[in-house]
C-alpha cells in the first residue's frame, strides 16, 4: 500500500526555522517525484514545487522561488520542506504528493502538516 | 502559465439533485489533460478524474467528467451527503502544476 506520512504539528514564532518531513513507503521512492502543496486557512490549494529524489532535480513554482527549500533523503525514503525564517504568513497546512512525472496527475497525498508561526 | 476559472464559486443543492461544476482553462488543454479532486473538510484531497473523463481507482460512478479543449465539466448525477465538499481542477502535462480556485458544494 502506498503511504505518505508527514510529520507531525508544529508551532513556531517568527524567524525561526523549520523543516517538515513526508515519508513514502509501499513503492520505490526514487521512481516517482514529491510535490508540496500549501493551504492556507480557509483558503484553496497552491503549488509550492516538487523533487525527484533519484537525481534531486528541484523545481519551484516562482510564487515560492527563494522562499522555501525542497530536498531528499533517498536512503530514508524522506522528502522534506524547509524555511530559514518564518513568516506569520506561513501559517497554513502543507500536503505532500506523489507524482509520476513533475507535471502530472496527484496521485496519492500526505495527511497534511500543519504550520502554525505566532509570536 | 495556465489560469483555470472555476464556476460557480460555491453551488448550494440538496441530497438526490445532480451537481454540474464548470472549469475553463486559459489555454486549451493538451490530450485533455485535465483532473479534479475533491476535498472534505479536515483531509487531504482525492483524486477523482484524469484525463478528463476517466474515473480514479474506487470513485463511484455518479461522479463523471467531460469536456475537451479549454472547457471541461465535472458532474455529480445525484449527490450524496458525502459529496458535499470542495472541489479542485487541474491540468497536467504543462510543464507545472496549478489548481483552479475551487467550487464549494454545499448542503442547501
Known amino acids: 500500500e502506498v503511504q505518505l506520512v508527514q510529520s507531525g504539528a508544529e508551532v513556531k514564532k517568527p524567524g525561526e526555522s523549520l523543516k517538515i518531513s513526508c515519508q513514502g513507503s509501499?513503492?520505490?521512492?526514487?521512481?516517482?517525484?514529491i510535490g508540496w502543496v500549501r493551504q492556507m486557512p480557509g483558503k484553496g490549494l497552491e503549488w509550492m514545487g516538487i523533487i525527484n529524489p533519484g537525481d534531486s532535480d528541484t523545481r519551484y513554482s516562482p510564487s515560492f522561488q527563494g522562499q522555501v527549500t525542497i530536498s531528499a533523503d533517498k536512503s530514508i525514503f524522506t522528502a522534506y520542506l524547509q524555511w530559514g525564517s518564518l513568516k506569520a504568513s506561513d501559517t497554513a497546512m502543507y500536503y505532500c504528493a506523489r507524482l509520476p512525472h513533475y507535471d502530472s496527475i496527484i496521485e496519492y497525498w500526505g495527511q497534511g502538516t500543519l504550520v502554525t508561526v505566532s509570536s | 502559465e495556465i489560469v483555470l476559472t472555476q464556476s460557480p464559486g460555491t453551488l448550494s443543492l440538496s441530497p438526490g439533485e445532480r451537481a454540474t461544476l464548470s472549469c475553463r482553462a486559459s489555454?486549451?488543454?493538451?490530450?485533455?489533460?485535465l483532473a479534479w479532486y475533491q476535498q472534505k473538510p479536515g483531509q487531504a484531497p482525492r483524486l477523482l478524474i484524469y484525463?478528463?473523463?476517466s474515473r480514479a481507482t474506487g470513485i463511484p460512478d455518479r461522479f463523471s467528467g467531460s469536456g475537451s479543449g479549454t472547457d471541461f465539466i465535472l458532474t455529480i448525477s445525484r449527490l450524496e451527503p458525502e459529496d458535499f465538499a470542495v472541489y479542485y481542477c487541474q491540468p497536467y502535462g504543462t510543464s507545472t502544476i496549478t489548481f483552479g480556485q475551487g467550487t464549494r458544494l454545499e448542503i442547501k
Open positions: 489555454q486549451s488543454l493538451s490530450s485533455n489533460y
Open positions: 509501499g513503492y520505490r521512492f526514487t521512481s516517482y517525484w
Open positions: 484525463g478528463a473523463s
